[in-house]
């Protein structure tokens, strides 16, 4: 990236010296310019104006301070020509504050809509971009309003955990006659439809409701092929159908961070992952193929239906829902209740006391096509990449995959520490994404067509327990989002609950089939993994903690860090790191790589972390070890042990069984 400046050679000038770089939160560039011009007094120096800011001159030395603008965010740095400009470091001091005062960060929450007032009228004027281009979807009107709502709640579930609304009562009563009696019920028709389907193919009598239209999905997913083998392990596509639903899978993925302001030791080479996230899923037409296979398993499906409450007895849970199609009310029954409402869930807020995520990922993007393909090669995506440091407090992170034909999906998101001043904005990252898009990808905004809006906050959650977090009560159970079911780097709950399939299926089996339905025995199928536990400090390491300054080139620089390792070690290795296969000596080995080429690794973390958790971590770290020694003790006789004992043990002593069960899977995937 060039920058336009006012430093032109001059004979005397031996060489130029940075004294500071600046992320200025603010879009309007001019505006920090003409304050800058106008209104700022430095201590030193006599000031002439500049295109781009201004020149101060003291003692015959001359200090540039320049602006420029990206990501719609303003950038401000200082050069010294030469020596002998008075206290440097001081003026600097005080430019630092001055800007801070003048321009501090701003957490805009979105404009309330007045009756009979339309989505688009209501937004215009703070969120112009948005407007324009949410009018060129098909249902652009409404994914905008599906997009204002999920912010609107998830707003209200940052700001006020501490009352959250229940809608779990313990009430013990018997079985009803009149109203339906099911297996499971699911709440949730996204992931919640696939787990359905698996289950209802067992023989389960299963009830899905979703609030949406059924099939309508507001994200896109991607997957490796390994991975989409769970789907034909369990038995419910067979490898041709599979095929079906791969709208795309292309050669390679690109993970590269922006180091342009990075000392040349952080700067890194390109990670190659190609068989990471490099099948696009053509994620409505799996939607509908699982309603059809749990229909054809005896399954029912309740759409445009609103969960209202449930009751949780000793013998079963009595559902209440209400079309928003008919407003009638409708009342099931269930052995066991699933929650699959993702981050939005009011049964997870209930379940852990309003206690909000740990941490959280503001996801927008879009379907596109008409990309020039002199720009971008189709059978090539983005896994990981950022085109620039940190943007109004935010590391701005891209992800691009090909889709079918000429599709691209494409997503800009940030990892956001949760925090009530600042619950992190979908409609603010959605105005960043349509002005920005052309600075990322080089593209002409009027050639492209916008087929659908994907967003959603993605949940991270610091488990330093398997018991850390309630994903259970009697008679329910929490999955997928609801769950805080997901990876820290670059997985959703689509990646977590496909790889954990497996597992969620076999120990759900086991706890219908010998009735252990408490939320004791629940919450052993729970997927924890200690080292997804450990390697959630990565994602620490990439967001900025509201109120905080930061260098803006300093989560590049740690990023570029640890990639940088992975891209110069083996194929193997990144892809095991990455998809939360990470074993304990791999991490150890990479840590302490990444700790020798940059010592102030640690020091940097600690400041973004704090005290608090950055010993929680050291917590889930000796977890993740002592999981490594049991895995070694263990692992060499217990799983055929299991299998040979199973007809007596699973007979006599059913809770143990599931216990055993649930520690082989931990030991076999979290070490």
């Known amino acids: 990236m060039i920058i336009q400046s006012d430093i032109t050679p001059h004979p005397s000038v031996i060489s130029m010296e940075e004294l500071l770089y600046l992320e200025v939160p603010t879009p309007d560039t001019d505006k920090v310019c003409h304050w800058l011009q106008t209104s700022w007094q430095p201590r030193h120096g006599e000031k002439q104006q500049t295109p781009t800011g201004i020149r101060l001159v003291a003692n015959g030395a001359k200090l540039s301070i320049f602006t420029w603008n990206v990501q719609r965010t303003t950038y401000l740095k200082v050069f010294a020509w030469a020596s002998g400009f008075p206290q440097p470091q001081s003026l600097c001091r005080q430019l630092k504050s001055d800007l801070e005062q003048a321009f501090p960060n701003q957490y805009p929450a979105p404009p309330e809509i007045q009756p009979g007032q339309s989505i688009f009228d209501a937004l215009a004027a703070d969120y112009p971009k948005t407007v324009e281009y949410f009018q060129k979807f098909p249902q652009g009107e409404f994914d905008l309003q599906r997009a204002y709502w999920w912010e609107k709640r998830w707003r209200e579930t940052v700001k006020n955990p501490q009352a959250p609304q229940p809608v779990i009562f313990e009430k013990n009563q018997p079985a009803d006659p009149q109203f339906a009696q099911y ?286 977090r309630q994903v259970a009560f009697d008679r329910l159970l929490a999955i997928g989002d609801a769950a805080s079911l997901q990876s820290p780097l670059v997985f959703t709950g689509f990646g977590s609950l496909v790889r954990n399939l497996d597992r969620l299926t076999k120990l759900l089996d086991i706890a219908l089939q010998k009735d252990l339905l408490d939320q004791q025995n629940l919450s052993k199928i729970r997927a924890y993994q200690s080292n997804i536990a450990v390697t959630w400090l990565f994602s620490k390491g990439m967001m900025v903690p509201t109120g905080m300054k930061l260098p803006p080139q300093r989560i590049n620089a740690m990023l570029n860090t640890f990639f940088g390792l992975l891209a110069d070690s083996s194929p193997e290795v990144a892809e095991t790191f990455i998809k939360d296969r990470t074993s304990w000596l791999m991490f150890n080995k990479l840590a302490l790589v990444a700790a020798r080429q940059n010592p102030a690794l640690l020091v940097w973390i600690w400041q973004m972390a704090g005290a608090k958790d950055f010993i929680r971590w050291v917590g889930a770290y000796f977890a993740f070890s002592f999981d490594a020694v049991l895995s070694l003790l263990l692992m060499g006789w217990l799983p055929q042990w299991l299998e040979n004992s199973e007809a007596w043990l699973s007979e006599k002593y059913p809770s143990l069984w599931l216990s055993l069960l649930s520690l082989k899977y931990r030991l076999t995937v979290g070490t």
Request: aromatic share 10%; proline share 4%; with cysteine.
């Open 183 to 468: 297996d499971l019920v699911y709440i949730g028709g996204a992931l919640g439809v696939i787990h359905a389907a698996v289950m209802a193919r067992l023989g389960y009598k299963v009830l899905l409701i979703e609030r949406l239209p059924f099939g309508r999905m507001n994200r896109e997913w991607n997957i490796s092929r390994s991975e989409l083998q769970s789907l034909i392990n369990l038995g419910l596509f067979d490898e041709t159908e599979i095929e079906t639903l791969v709208a795309r899978e292309y050669k390679n993925g690109f993970n590269k961070f922006f180091d342009g302001n990075n000392p040349s030791h952080l700067k890194a080479n390109i990670l190659y992952t190609p068989t990471v996230l490099n099948i696009a899923v053509a994620s409505e037409l799996l939607l509908e193929k699982c309603g059809e296979k749990l229909r054809a398993a005896g399954g029912e499906i309740w759409d445009q239906t609103e969960f209202i409450r449930a009751d949780i007895g000793r013998e079963r849970a009595q559902i209440f829902t209400k079309s928003l199609v008919t407003g009638d009310e409708k009342i099931v029954q269930a052995r066991l209740l699933m929650d699959a409402m993702g981050t939005a869930s009011p049964i997870a807020a209930q379940l852990n006391q309003g206690r909000p995520f740990d941490s959280v990922c503001p996801t927008v993007g879009a379907v596109v096509k008409g990309f020039d393909p002199a720009v971008w090669d189709s059978e090539y995506g983005d896994v990981l990449n950022s085109h620039g440091d940190i943007s109004r407090g935010r590391q701005l992170i891209w992800e691009l995959f090909p889709g079918q034909g000429d599709e691209m999906t494409i997503y800009l998101f940030h990892y956001h520490e949760v925090n009530p001043e600042n619950p992190g904005s979908l409609l603010e990252m959605y105005e960043d994404f349509f002005s920005i898009l052309p600075e990322y990808r080089r593209c002409d905004m009027a050639q492209l067509t916008f087929e659908k809006a994907t967003f959603g906050y993605i949940p991270g959650y610091f488990n330093v327990g398997a018991g850390d």
